[in-house]
C-alpha cells in the first residue's frame, strides 16, 4: 500500500505543469529522468493493479513474455527522436507517454519481471545493452539536429548519458560473471 501511495503521488508530482515543463525544456531529462520516473510509477501502482485484476493477468500474461514485450515495444518507442518531439508538439502524444508510460511499462514490468527465468532476463537486459549504445552513438555522432525540439547539444549531452548507461550495463554484466551465485539458486 506505501508504494501505491508512493507511486501516485511521484505520478501527481510528474504531472505538475511547472515540474512536467522544466522536466521537457532539457533533453536528457526528458529522456533518462521523467521517462524512467513514469515507469517507476507505474511500477510502484502494479503491485494494486495486478492483484485487482490477477485473473485477467494470470491468463494475459502467465509467462511473462506477452508483459515484457509490451513494455520493449513501447520503450523502444519512446527512445526515438521522433517520439520526443511529437511529445512536445502534440497533446495526444503527450497523454499517451504519461498513460503509457506507467500503465502499459511500469504494471507490466512488474508482473513480467518475476515470471521470467533467468535467461528471459538475461535476454532482455542484453537486448537493452546495444539499443542504449547505439542510441548512444546516434545522439553523439549526429552532425545535424534530429530533434527539432532540442539543440544538438543537448542531443550530444543524452547521447553521452546512453554512453554511461551503457558502460554501466557492461560493468554489471562483468560483475555478474565474476561473482559467485550458488547460493541464490537454493533459495
Known sequence: MKQAVS???LYGILLIPPVRIYMESIMVLHMLVQLPLLILAGWLVGRIVINKFQRFFAKWNGNGIPGILLVMIITMYWMLPRAMDEALTYTSVEIFKF????LFVGVPLRDS???????????????????FGLMAWLYIDSPIQICN???????????????????VMVLYIIQMVFTDHSEEEFN
Open 113 to 131: 519481471w518475476n515470471k521470467l527465468k533467468g535467461v528471459g532476463k538475461s535476454f532482455i537486459f542484453l537486448n537493452y545493452l546495444p539499443m
Open 7 to 9: 507511486g501516485i503521488v
Open 149 to 167: 525540439n532540442y539543440l544538438e547539444l543537448e542531443q550530444k549531452i543524452l547521447g553521452w548519458g546512453f554512453l554511461i548507461i551503457t558502460a
Open 99 to 102: 498513460i503509457g508510460l506507467s
